[in-house]
């Protein structure tokens, strides 16, 4: 299992659960075990009350198993040290809600249910002098299992949801591309005058048009899937990397470019790979958007004056600018001004702002072109 053995030992860490903390527990760990049996009928019963959850407990494919899989679960809560295969444990359950599609909503309503037991146990058999701080180790516990399972199963429907719509692409994708090749082999055997030749080039372009969207789609989902590792590195190393793969696209272009790097700010901390995305789809989309007659660029860089600790990035371009509508859905998948765009650059550009503590955002520049802003985190 891919556990995120960092994070949760983070999160351990913050609750301030450690092996000193919990022999508090020590004394009274017995009293909570053997009560392990009563505490899977009275989940199960508590459960069976309502009619949604009583569906799927009337209706598991082994009767009995979830009583015994709750008791050893209770079991381990008060038995096991909060290591890696507990850990592995905890998340191991929140993947299987998941996987028999139950909704987190029950589940945590579970965690509440088991709360209350454990202070019934407690009311029951500890001295009042001792009970509060037992109730405080039963709480915190409690918590970091609730935030473990729910890391969980949001982890697995992400993954989920995200490798369906790859798989969609893909197969999309494959079909697109054996469309494709069938109307150029089409439209090579037609003659310049035929007719059907000018219908052919334009369903060659749309049939190039969905395999750029397909792929786009994709790589949406690449770059959200993938882990950061945060980093310092030179901001003007991003931007000059990231002209030369747009210029490269058209290295005859004759666009004016003027850079200007502050030595204030010089730094950023942040995924290069991410980073570098976000100014590859910013600087396109610029070229792009460029005024033909007088194509020019600026991109400029400086301390935020009211963000301290960020690196303000401006980066402006001649040209039409965006429509005041179009300004509220520019972000939004697959909106796209350009005749074969895929609608997916500015939203891997926002995408990965929002992945790395970061800002994005587009402003006219009345009567001149349109000025692109980017707050990044410094060092």
Known sequence: MDVPFEKLFILKERLGIDDSYLMALDPFRGLFIEKKEDFASYLYEY?????????????????????????????KLFSSPFDRDFLAYLWGIGKRHVEVNLDQRYSNLGFSVVRQYCYSIIRENIQPEKAFSIIEVVDRIIDFCLLVETSAYIDMMSRCDIELIKGIADKIRNRITVIGGNIKRLSKKASPDDPARQLYESLILQSISCENMVSDIKRFFDIHQRGSRIEEFPIA????????????????????????????????????KDIS????????????????????????????????GRVRVEIFNKGVPPRKEDLERIFTPFFSTKPLGSGFGLPIAQMVAK?????????????????????????
């Not at 009619?51 to 079991?75: C, D, M, Q, S, V």
């Open 47 to 75: 459960f069976r009350e309502i009619p949604e959850t009583r569906i799927f407990l009337e209706h598991y494919e082994r009767p009995g198993f979830l009583k015994k899989a709750w008791a050893n679960w209770f079991e």
């Open 237 to 272: 190393d991003i931007i000059k990397d990231n002209l030369d793969r747009v210029r490269f696209k058209d290295p005859d272009s004759k666009t004016q470019i003027d850079v200007n790097i502050s030595a204030e700010a010089p730094l950023v901390l942040a995924d290069r």
């Open 277 to 308: 995305e976000l100014f590859y789809e910013v600087l396109s989309n610029s070229f792009d958007a460029l005024d033909t007659q007088d194509p020019y660029i600026s991109i400029s860089t400086s301390v935020d004056p009211s963000l301290p």
């Open 355 to 379: 992945k790395n503590y970061s800002k994005i955002s587009i402003e006219p520049v009345q009567d001149k072109g349109t000025k692109v802003i980017i707050i990044l985190p410094t060092p």
